[in-house]
């Protein structure tokens, strides 16, 4: 075989191998950018439900804080009544035992 033949279909032969591992390569960086990309898309999911939970809190938040203050108040008034009621039994406690 002519030896310039032979020379020229060894590099194109090299150049294939190199061809064949840089396609490789970027098969590879291929696979894990579009893993990536599948966790980043699960992130913003995780984040959009995250988001519409908040915001249903958000909107009931008045609500709560309507009946948190209705709770408060109702919890002083019985707690004055306690009072009263136990102002009342020491007065009876006193005028029985005398």
């Known amino acids: 075989m002519n030896p310039f033949l032979k020379q020229y279909i060894s590099r194109i032969s090299a150049s294939v191998e190199n061809l064949e591992v840089l396609l490789e390569r970027h098969e590879r960086?291929?696979?894990a950018a579009q893993d990536e990309k599948e966790q980043k898309?699960?992130?913003w999911?995780?984040?959009g439900r995250n988001l519409k939970t908040m915001e249903h809190t958000l909107a009931r938040l008045p609500s709560l804080e309507d009946e948190n203050q209705r709770l408060r108040e109702q919890n002083l008034e019985i707690r004055e009544r306690t009072k009263r009621i136990l102002t009342i039994a020491k007065a009876i406690s006193g005028s029985i035992e005398l």
Request: aromatic share 12%.
């Open 29 to 31: 960086l291929l696979h």
């Open 41 to 43: 898309v699960q992130e």
């Open 45 to 47: 999911w995780s984040i």
